[in-house]
Structure formats: structure tokens, C-alpha cells
């Protein structure tokens, strides 16, 4: 029986460019009409939302580190974290002569509600000071530091979801490469990082993969059943 999925956006269902690899368009639509799939994510809600919408599966969406969580089942979004105490650390960030780092529209932050993140060409040692006086944490995903409250995850983010689905966490495969996804594969029942993930996501996984980015993905599709071609 296939089971339900939490699976990862950059540099899991990517290419190395950051891309999308059209592969897994089919695949995660296959895998959705056999069991729930979530899209688990580090960026603003929109994106996985979009993500769900562009692929025609259901709106399953854990963003911004667990900060967001939503699936239509339950039919209400979910808010979690501190958002004014991340801005707060952006603020003493900026004030010390630093910008977040992503120009003057930032469409990194612009839909985002409940953290805040950083470019990764700025001082993060800084960032993270700032972020203790606030009693916020810094998470490095291998895309951008995230500002957030150290009591939100993308594992909280899965129970959340989960209980909204009527199903526990441990039934979920979850799949992942990055600092982020480490609290995930501890809550899921089976968890996969690809051949790509940093040493947190591949410490925490029950299984690390020969393949990397969607290849990664596609692999653990095919051991379920799901077809790849």
C-alpha cells in the first residue's frame, strides 16, 4: 500500500539549478491518487500552494518551516510562530548597516507571515545573536537563514497537518535534503534524504539515497510502487 508523503521543494523535487525537474510532475500526481502527499517547505505559503494547484493535487501545504500549515480537508489555515519577534531580529539586523539580502521588492519575504529569511552572503554568526536575544532561532537550509520561533518545524508542521487528515505522522514517508527537513524525518515513519543533503538531514534519515536532487525523489517513488517513466 502506498503511504501518505511530506516531501520537500529545493533540492528535493529540483535539479541543480534550483529548477523544478518536470519528472516529477506526473509522479507526484500519481502518488496523490493513492495516498495524501504534502508539500513541506521552507518557503512563503504561496509556493507550495501554487505548487498544489499548478499539479491539480489536493491542498496539502506545510510552509515556511511549519510556520504555515494547510490542507483543505480541515479547511482552515493554520499560524504558528512568532512573526513579530522575527521582524523584530530583521530590524536589529538592518540597524547594524545589514539588509536581508534580497533587493528592494524582497519576493523572498513579501508573502511571508510568520518568520523571516536572510540571504545566505550575510553574516549569520550576527544574525543568530540577534535572534537569541529574541528568543528566536536561525535555521540554515541551504537557500537562506530563516528567522522563526525555535518551537516551529516542519515536524510540528506534520502533525499539525496530519491531525487534519485523521492520520498520525508515523504513517507518512517524508523526503528532504536540508537542515530544516531533519525534524520531519524524526516525526515521519519512514524518511528518505537524497544524495544531496547536508549533514543534519542525512543524520536524522532513516535511509540516504544514492541519487541526489529529483533523482533522489524519483528513486524513492519507484521503491512504492509509483511509476517513474
Known amino acids: 500500500m502506498t503511504p501518505p508523503l511530506a516531501v520537500d521543494i529545493d533540492g528535493t523535487l529540483t535539479r541543480q539549478d534550483k529548477s523544478i525537474d518536470p519528472r516529477v510532475f506526473d509522479v507526484l500526481r500519481a502518488w496523490a491518487d493513492e495516498a495524501p502527499v504534502i508539500i513541506a ?71 511571508r507571515e510568520t518568520e523571516v529569511a536572510v540571504s545566505l552572503d550575510r553574516p549569520g554568526d550576527r544574525l543568530r545573536e540577534l535572534a537569541a536575544r529574541e528568543g528566536q532561532e536561525v535555521v540554515d537550509t541551504g537557500y537562506a537563514y530563516h528567522v522563526k520561533s525555535p518551537s516551529v518545524n516542519k515536524g510540528t508542521g506534520l502533525v499539525s497537518a496530519a491531525d487534519g487528515l485523521g492520520l498520525d505522522p508515523e504513517e507518512f514517508v517524508a523526503v528532504g535534503d536540508s537542515e530544516n527537513d531533519a525534524e520531519v524525518f524524526t516525526v515521519a515513519g519512514e524518511s528518505f534524504a537524497v544524495a544531496n543533503a547536508d549533514e543534519h538531514a542525512r543524520a536524522a534519515a532513516d535511509h540516504v539515497l544514492d541519487a541526489s536532487f529529483a533523482d533522489g525523489f524519483l528513486a524513492v517513488a519507484e521503491s512504492f510502487g509509483i511509476a517513474t517513466q
Open 41 to 111: 517547505t521552507g518557503k512563503a505559503f504561496p509556493y507550495p500552494v501554487g505548487l498544489c494547484e499548478f499539479l491539480g493535487i489536493p491542498l496539502r501545504a506545510i510552509a515556511e518551516n511549519g510556520g504555515v500549515v494547510y490542507v483543505e480537508e480541515a479547511g482552515e489555515v493554520v499560524y504558528n510562530g512568532d512573526p513579530d519577534a522575527a521582524w523584530a531580529v530583521a530590524e536589529a539586523f538592518e540597524q547594524e548597516g545589514y539588509d536581508l539580502g534580497w533587493g528592494p521588492a524582497d519576493m523572498v519575504n513579501r508573502w
